[in-house]
């Protein structure tokens, strides 16, 4: 059973930064793409960004662009978001979520466990 826990949420005001960790369990966590997920109030989870399983591949929604970062730590079975330059549209329950084995993380359907989510809310 792979567990996936996040941390880093909380209130930030517009321009200021955020980072994101969420921590996994297993042995086999550098074998898969990892990724991140959003969900506003009364709107749909949208995909944010993936990772691929070495960490050498990134893919970003347009609206996170020069944004955030996601990045890897396969020796601590960790993948962090890194936030800057918050907009209020950013507000949103985030969740971390394991990709594909060997996979490239882009395609939001290979997504198949999911963290509890982390809540971060963005200030005018």
Not at 42 to 61: D, L, M, Q
Not at 64 to 78: A, E, P
Not at 110 to 121: F, L, N
């Amino acid at each position: 059973q792979v567990q996936l826990v996040e941390s880093g949420g909380g209130l930030v005001q517009a321009g200021g930064s955020l980072r994101l960790s969420c921590e996994a369990s297993g042995r086999t966590f550098s074998n898969y793409a990892m990724g991140w997920f959003r969900q506003a109030p009364g709107k749909e989870r949208e995909y944010v960004v993936g990772i691929n399983w070495s960490g050498g591949i990134t893919y970003y929604a347009d609206s996170v662009k020069g944004r955030f970062t996601i990045s890897r730590d396969n020796g601590k079975n960790t993948v962090y978001l890194q936030m800057n330059s918050l907009k209020p549209e950013d507000t949103a329950v985030y969740y971390c979520a394991r990709g594909a084995l060997f996979g490239n993380g882009w395609y939001s359907g290979e997504y198949d466990y999911w963290g509890q989510g982390t809540q971060v809310t963005v200030s005018s």
